[in-house]
């Protein structure tokens, strides 16, 4: 069953892991397990840790959004047992260059909240997009 925009909305808001996808130029969709926090207004931080292992700071998935601001979230929940509680969200994104401030400093504050790992927020930069739609679906009615 198709999920209104609210309650797809509110899944979103209420989960903090799912895939990023954005367009690598050459290769075409580029998927990362990412975590990520929603602001008040709805837009998606995701951030770019000192928490984790990595190569550089600089991240694909920015190159790939500095190339082409477009982005797809996914998220979704799985019963192996009971697939009538199978559903999923998807968030159409566009990346936000240059976030005012205040927005990258309350993503910062919910993604601290939400990790104990971010609890000092150890971010070399929160990526900013907004969520232009959500759809999901829902294998309950509820």
């Known amino acids: 069953m198709r999920l209104a925009a609210a309650q797809a909305r509110a899944r979103l808001a209420a989960h903090a892991h799912g895939v990023l996808c954005t367009l690598h130029p ?23 840790d000192r928490v984790k292992p990595k190569t550089s700071s600089r991240l ?7 190339a082409d601001p477009r982005g797809t979230l996914l998220i979704e929940h799985w019963e192996l047992a009971d697939w009538s509680r199978l559903w ?13 401030s205040p927005l990258t400093d309350e993503l910062a ?34």
Do not use: M
């Open 26 to 48: 050459q290769r075409g969709p580029d998927p990362q397990p990412v975590v990520y926090a929603v602001s008040s207004d709805g837009h998606v931080g995701v951030p770019v």
């Open 60 to 66: 694909q998935r920015e190159a790939n959004l500095a």
């Open 88 to 100: 999923w969200v998807r968030a159409d994104l566009r990346h936000v260059p240059d976030p005012p």
């Open 109 to 142: 504050d919910r993604l601290a909240d939400r990790f104990a790992q971010y609890a000092q927020k150890p971010f070399h930069r929160i990526l900013v997009c907004r969520v232009e739609a959500v759809t999901g679906w829902s294998a309950a009615s509820t």
